[in-house]
């Protein structure tokens, strides 16, 4: 296949920009949503308005830190084994 | 009506072929074999045929019901896509042992008795091993090693277990077998191993990143899934499974948010999936099992979906690191695409495939008031779309700039890639035609909008993480590293105890050498009468006694001795014992 033009929308800050605040609103868009829709969890707690964002962002960033932590464990030179 | 064969047996005789075939027709012949063997699956009917006496037992190449036909259908579907993306590779060894290693998948899934598993079980080691080897560097080399290594250990409990369990319970069923003797422990290792349940897993994070392009894409489909439909036939419903499982959901994330090489990513991802499964099997209920199938099919198609994108992005590009790579998408805009669907996939993102296959494990898991387990499984689910579903596109596709400009992949790897991102699409959007082949009746909807709320605001928070902690530089960055896991306790202890060992026998027999040339020495000299004795042994020995094999030795060093004969020589040395020890028998016996 010829190399074609190169797509390059996302070099510019402006789209870039575009991208982050996109993603923003659909975040918000997301929490009213909750609060109007019916539930019927299995355990009570699922019920609880935003428990799956407060959950996910938790759980994110808790294993970002995890994981560093884990790093800091477990890391060691490429040659290691060799 | 067309009478069905053992749908392995199509690929197993098949792959003896290839070799013999050239260009055009060796790329029909690669794609007719699942077709044939689709259309062999679709004649067979639900029952238990093609049996073969042998010992005095009953071998049985057909035991078909609705779990074996699911895994049936997608191991050949998986085949299919696997052989249209390795149609441009040249080395035939590679086709054969692909082949070799699918219709070993088959067997396993279609036979009916513990002895024919055992075999095709081996035959899947053993094949899958040349997909590694194929690779041809130093590395891979070490890495087929150790993973066969694992999985000879692996098939020595399965063996063990079998010999035993036949023994105790005089019948070898390959039926619900749950865990109760030392035989069943032993058999419960085996396929663990395969399936793995930590802390046997590390063979499949140390071989799959170290192994040909087209032959992870084989890899991932089919030894860890065939082990899920065996467990999910011998040990449904065993608690330890459930919390085996969660463990699996959860630990390897953390792995995987720290591995530079994006296929050890993926890898750690699989047994992030496998542990949904294996959690599925533990809790053992009608819903669960169909969770364990439907995810499964899903996710076998996913997973190589993304083993194919990042292949061929090492394929094009012959990298395949976090820290080397970034802003492909700008001249592999289809590989991109095909990668984060497959990524969305794996994310269970609502309208993509993992979405209709996990949440019946997850819901299962919940309606039998697993809690804790449960809140693990959640947690995975948030974490396998932090490092395969954002992770794996934004390091190689967008991030920073590496500067490569590479080409879009060969034609038939985009096919294939298209292929099987079709299929995610579908079984997303359109659920139906898998629900209709799992074992159970299926009364489960997974589009229910607290359903999809719930799943959405876990995942896009958990981006939202991803977001904030990469712009404020929280985020660990990219490194070269080994990272350790369960196997430093194999492999540099292993390594320490060998020099353990080795270090005082060495010494002993040198010691020993010393003392005994001493001795020998001494008395050659002392006493008088007996250096004349000496002498003539001497005489006899190495004049008269050596004449005759000096002889023969002189004419026969024109043969060839150098060492790159060694492996030449060992065969007629093999041969000739094989010979003798027939002889033998057929004396003695």
């Not at chain 2, 199509?10 to 689709?38: D, E, N, Q, S, T």
């Not at chain 2, 080691?125 to 590395?139: H, N, P």
Request: charged share 15%; with cysteine; hydrophobic share 55%.
């Amino acid at each position: 296949m010829p190399p074609k033009k190169e797509l390059t929308f996302l070099d510019s800050a402006r789209n870039q920009k575009r991208v982050r605040t996109f993603f923003y609103i659909t975040l918000v868009l997301l929490l009213v949503i909750d609060l109007f829709i019916p539930k019927h969890g299995h355990f009570s707690w699922e019920e609880a308005p935003f428990f799956f964002a407060a959950y996910g962002f938790i759980g994110c960033v808790s294993l970002i830190f995890g994981a560093k932590g884990l790093r800091w464990l477990v890391k060691k030179k490429e040659d290691y084994y060799d | 009506m067309i009478k069905p064969v053992p749908p392995a047996f199509i690929f197993m005789a098949g792959a003896l072929l290839v070799p013999l075939l050239k260009g055009r027709l060796k790329a029909v012949y690669l794609i007719a074999l699942p077709v044939l063997a689709f259309v062999d699956l679709l004649a067979m009917d639900n029952g238990t045929y093609w049996i073969v006496r042998f010992l005095n037992q009953d071998l049985i190449f057909g035991r078909v019901d609705r779990l074996s036909m699911v895994f049936g259908y997608v191991f050949v579907l998986i085949t299919f896509i696997g052989v249209i993306y390795a149609l441009h590779v040249k080395d035939d060894g590679q086709h054969v042992a692909a082949l070799l290693y699918a219709g070993g998948a088959l067997g396993v899934t279609f036979v009916g008795d513990l002895i024919s598993l055992y075999f095709f079980w081996e035959a899947m080691a053993l094949a899958s091993v040349f997909l590694i080897l194929a690779r041809k560097t130093e590395d891979s080399n070490r890495a087929a090693l150790r993973y066969f290594l694992w999985h000879f250990f692996g098939g020595l409990c399965l063996l063990a277990g079998i010999v035993l369990y036949a023994l105790e319970r005089d019948t070898i069923a390959f039926a619900y077998i749950g865990l109760s003797d030392p035989s069943t422990y032993l058999i419960f290792i085996g396929f663990c191993l395969n399936a793995v349940v930590f802390p046997l897993h590390v063979w499949l994070s140390d071989a799959y990143p170290r192994a040909t392009v087209t032959g992870a894409v084989f890899m991932s489909a089919l030894t860890t899934k065939s082990a899920v439909y065996i467990l999910a036939r011998t040990f449904p419903g065993t608690p330890f499974l459930i919390w085996a499982g969660a463990l699996m959901t959860c630990f390897p994330i953390f792995y995987a948010v720290i591995a530079n090489d994006m296929r050890r990513v993926l890898s750690y991802s699989l047994i992030n999936q496998v542990g949904f499964m294996v959690c599925g099997i533990g809790i053992g209920t009608q819903l669960a099992i169909n969770g364990v199938a439907a995810h499964a099919f899903c996710h076998i198609i996913y997973k190589a979906l993304l083993f194919m994108s990042t292949g061929a992005v090492l394929h094009m590009t012959g990298k395949v690191r976090g820290t080397d790579l970034g802003g492909l998408y700008k001249t592999m805009p289809y590989t991109a695409v095909c990668c984060m669907i497959g990524a969305a996939s794996i994310s269970a993102f609502p309208l993509f495939s993992g979405f209709i296959s996990k949440s019946m494990t997850v819901t299962a898991v919940a309606e039998e008031h697993f809690t804790i387990v449960w809140f693990m499984l959640l947690f995975a689910s948030a974490g396998v779309f932090h490092h395969a579903g954002i992770k794996v596109p934004y390091f190689i596709f967008f991030g920073h700039d590496s500067g490569i400009r590479a080409k879009e992949p060969p034609v038939n790897m985009r096919i294939a890639m298209g292929m099987a991102a079709f299929i995610c699409l579908f079984l997303g959007v359109y659920p139906d035609p898998l629900y209709r082949i799992l074992p159970y009746p299926v009364d489960f909807v997974p589009y229910t909008a607290f359903h999809v709320l719930g799943m959405l605001e876990l995942l896009m928070f958990g981006a939202l993480a991803f977001t904030l902690l990469v712009l404020s530089g929280y985020y660990p960055a990219e490194m070269r590293a080994v990272n350790l896991d369960t196997d430093w306790f194999l492999r540099l202890p292993g390594r320490q105890f060998i020099l353990f060992c080795q270090k005082p026998l060495q010494r002993f027999f040198e010691s020993m050498n010393r003392i005994l040339l001493g001795v020998v020495g001494t008395l050659k000299t002392w006493p008088r009468w007996a250096v004349g004795t000496e002498e003539k042994n001497d005489y006899l020995f190495h004049k008269k006694l050596t004449a005759f094999p000096e002889f023969i030795y002189a004419r026969a060093r024109y043969l060839k001795t150098e060492i790159k004969q060694l492996s030449f020589n060992l065969t007629y040395i093999l041969l000739f014992f094989v010979v003798l020890l027939w002889i033998m028998l057929y004396w003695t016996g």
